[in-house]
């Protein structure tokens, strides 16, 4: 005698609507990624058996009449403009979030600079020559040491996102040499180490042998242009200029309220050595109430439809001619101008930096009038 075997009913629990919420929410909690993923492919699916099911099963989709087909159409119409919101929605997401990413990466690399520092105002801008990057190739940062306020400027070869590697090799050796070394030639050959370390290592990784394409430019035409200063206590500017463009006086008030610094720059980063001696070039002295403008060559350089270049002294000029030296409003005031300018269509980055001596109080130089001068800040 043959049993048969006899398979025991299968209980079906059914999911509730709350039940479905409580999952759901569970699963936000423990995985909001999975959930994600599973929502943006699941409503898609929906949409398209909502489609399927009003053609196959609506008696109304198998009319051939007028007003069945634009019945039909409209289901349809609601159908895609549903998945295409639904796509657009998770793109847009995706988009938020990488630009969340980037600008929080990017605020670290060139982080934001506070509003004082040791008794001056700060401000600082930048225009990146890439739509979707707020940092290309200018680099700049302010730091406050033992030796005095210590700046940097500068200009990597090339502008945009490609050259953000180079901005955070030379800007992480500064923030670490400002403060170790006592003199600012020191500082000027760690930069220059840590900048030649970076070569070596990009050449590794763009070797055939790393499986890596042809490098956007070869290694021995990169360099970067650096501008060092330290402001002392007393006002006194020194500085040690690689091929970047001197910074200017500001000075409201005076006959000449713009003054360019000069000197000899030497030669910018990665193509030549630094000299065996790296003396620092005294500047001048800011004096409280007066400002120091550092900037890139993407601001002088910037031309119009027409090729004529932009009148940055000029635009300086007016800008502190008849008030005193407010730093944001002055970096406003000129980037204003450049748009004006060049149309809204900027070609290189171009950085601005500028500071102003808030101290009252300027110690006596040697050599001069016994006791303290006291400068009021207008």
């Known amino acids: 005698m043959i049993r048969s075997k006899t398979r025991a009913p299968t209980r079906v629990f059914p999911i509730t609507l709350p039940t479905l919420r409580s999952r759901l929410l569970e699963a936000a909690r423990t ?4 959930l994600r993923r599973a929502l943006m492919l699941g409503l898609p699916t929906v949409w398209g058996a909502v489609a399927i099911s009003y053609k196959l099963a609506c008696p109304l989709a198998q009319q051939n009449g007028l007003g069945a087909r634009i019945v039909t159409s409209a289901v349809f119409f609601v159908v895609g403009t549903g998945l295409i919101l639904h796509v657009r929605h998770g793109l847009m997401r995706e988009l938020k979030e990488a630009r969340a990413v980037a600008g929080a990466a990017q605020s670290v690399l060139l982080r934001p600079l506070p509003p004082r520092l040791d008794g001056l105002a700060l401000a600082a801008g930048q225009l990146s020559a890439d739509p979707g990057a707020s940092v290309g190739g200018d680099l700049y940062d302010v730091v406050a040491t033992d030796h005095g306020v210590r700046v940097v ?3 990597v070869r090339g502008h945009g996102l490609a050259a953000l590697a180079t901005v955070g090799a030379v800007l992480g050796s500064f923030r670490e040499a400002a403060h170790d070394e006592p003199d600012l030639g020191g500082v000027l050959r760690r930069l220059e180490r840590a900048h030649a370390r970076h070569l070596r290592q990009r050449s590794r990784d763009e070797h055939p042998a790393a499986g890596r394409g042809e490098p956007e430019s070869p290694l021995a035409e990169e360099f970067v242009t650096v501008l060092l200063l330290e402001i002392r206590q007393d006002g006194v500017v020194h500085a040690l200029n690689c091929g970047h463009p001197w910074p200017y006086l500001l000075r409201p008030g005076a006959v000449r309220c713009v003054e360019p610094m000069t ?3 030497m030669p910018p980063l990665g193509p030549f050595p630094l000299p065996p001696e790296l003396v620092p070039v005294r500047c001048g002295r800011i004096l409280p109430g007066e400002g120091l ?3 890139t060559d993407g601001i002088e350089d910037a031309r119009d439809a027409h090729g004529r270049f932009f009148p940055f002294q000029a635009a300086l000029t007016d800008a502190v001619r008849r008030r005193a030296v407010v730093p ?12 004006g300018h060049i149309g809204g269509r900027i070609s290189d980055d171009a950085a601005m930096l500028v500071l102003r001596n808030d101290r009252r109080r300027v110690p006596v130089q040697h050599g001069g009038p016994l006791g303290r001068t006291v400068h009021k800040v207008p």
């Not at 995985?31 to 999975?34: S, V």
């Not at 944001?328 to 748009?339: C, K, S, T």
């Open 31 to 34: 995985d909001p990624l999975r």
């Open 153 to 155: 400027m500068g200009d």
């Open 263 to 265: 000197g000899d720059p």
């Open 293 to 295: 403008l550092l900037h």
């Open 328 to 339: 944001a409003a002055v970096i406003h005031a000129v980037y204003g101008r450049l748009l």
